[in-house]
């Protein structure tokens, strides 16, 4: 397909404007959630990772077993488990679940404070290091026909052999903007991970990333986190996006229902800066491209918005397309409800879109 759309699912309902409501882990949602998400049209979900949430690995098991076709990307941190024993995971899950529905997102970690809450006490610099040794041992350990060893700076292994094979991909997704971690993606990942940021900064990235893959002999691939805000005309979009924003603010000053989960804490990745920087710029960017979310968080996370109707986000979004964006990660702030509406009309126009690029890419003036 020319396009891959991934959602985000959760144990519990809630988000930055609703606030956290219910059990921590709410079976019966998650399986709704990861219902919907199916239904309207999404390849796969994303089950996010901090030090203080459940456990990802088995709430991507209840998502499989609660879906037929919906894949699912597992965020994880190097560093906690073995890569050997990642590998062995991720390989049953897709022997159990169907070929290809498990993929695995890397992150190094942009905060001190949530790495240390496990255990890790590794500068920054050390944990990028260590990731792409864990990538290296990861790719090998799933596809190795005989048995290896490995000494490197972070893991020594010998005999390495897992007898269970994915028998689909497992795509390796990663994440990060700084230099080290431009470093690391480009020889490793299949998939570069990208906030919502404007146009003009997008593809200054995905060349910056494409060259550094390019040093490799390798090709990348690239996904885009955004938030979309969607409704029947843009003035109700926007009137929908204002409400967003003084709920999150009633959440942060203790009005509303803000059951928060605990803080992460200081957020010090370089793209959370970047974030922050250009939402202290302007409000909102590239005619719809809304910071307001940004604003009032640490630039961490998926926090940038795109407002319109349907029609007008999917053009936006297709817009990266044409940068040569081919997943993009869309979540909401009513978010099972958002996923539904979404099914109806902008997964559609999004896949209608990206179809009619790839019969006529003269037409939309792709380079690739």
């Keep these: 397909m020319s396009i891959q759309i991934l959602g985000m699912v959760s144990t519990a309902y809630g988000s930055e404007s609703a606030g956290w409501r219910g059990p921590v882990v709410d079976p019966g949602y998650l399986a709704d959630f990861a219902r919907a998400h199916e239904e309207a049209g999404f390849d796969r979900a994303l089950i996010a990772h901090s030090a203080s949430s459940p456990e990802g690995f088995a709430a991507a098991a209840h998502v499989l077993y609660s879906t037929e076709r919906l894949g699912v990307l597992i965020a994880q941190r190097p560093g906690f488990i073995q890569p050997t024993l990642t590998a062995r995971k991720l390989a049953t899950l897709d022997n159990l679940t169907g070929a290809g529905r498990v993929a ?3 992150i190094t970690g942009g905060s001190d404070t949530d790495q240390r809450r496990d255990g890790d006490f590794a500068d ?12 290296d041992v990861l790719r090998r350990t799933l596809t190795a026909d005989e048995p290896f060893d490995h000494e490197g700076e972070f893991y020594r292994f010998e005999g390495v052999f897992s007898s269970v094979k994915p028998r689909g991909e497992v795509p390796i997704f990663f994440g990060g903007q700084s230099d080290d971690a431009i470093r690391v993606g480009g020889r490793w990942a299949d998939v570069y991970a990208l906030w919502g940021e404007p146009l003009a900064q997008t593809r200054d990235r995905i060349e910056v990333i494409r060259a550094e893959a390019a040093r490799h002999g390798r090709e990348i691939g690239f996904s885009l986190s955004v938030r979309p805000i969607v409704a029947e005309t843009e003035d109700a979009a926007w ?6 924003r003084r709920a999150f603010e009633d959440n942060l000053a203790g009005k509303g229902n803000a059951a928060w989960r605990i ?7 370089v793209g959370a800066k970047r974030l922050k920087e250009e ?26 918005a795109l407002v319109g109707t349907p029609a007008q ?4 979004l297709l817009k990266y397309y044409d940068l040569g964006v ?4 869309i979540r909401g702030f009513d978010p099972l409800a958002d996923v539904r509406e ?3 009309e902008l997964v559609p126009l999004l896949r209608a879109g990206a179809a009619a690029r790839e019969e006529s890419p003269v037409a939309t003036g792709r380079g690739r």
């Design 104 to 106: 695995i997102h890397h």
């Design 124 to 135: 920054k610099r050390a944990r990028y290091r260590r990731t792409a040794e864990f990538i």
């Design 239 to 244: 009137e929908k996006a204002d409400g967003i």
């Design 263 to 269: 803080g992460r804490g200081e957020n010090t990745a």
């Design 279 to 304: 939402a202290a710029e302007k409000l909102v960017h590239d005619e719809r491209l809304w910071f307001g979310v940004t604003r009032l968080s640490d630039g961490g996370g998926n926090s940038t």
């Design 313 to 316: 986000v999917a053009d936006a």
């Design 326 to 329: 081919r997943a993009f990660l």
């Design 342 to 344: 979404w099914g109806r």
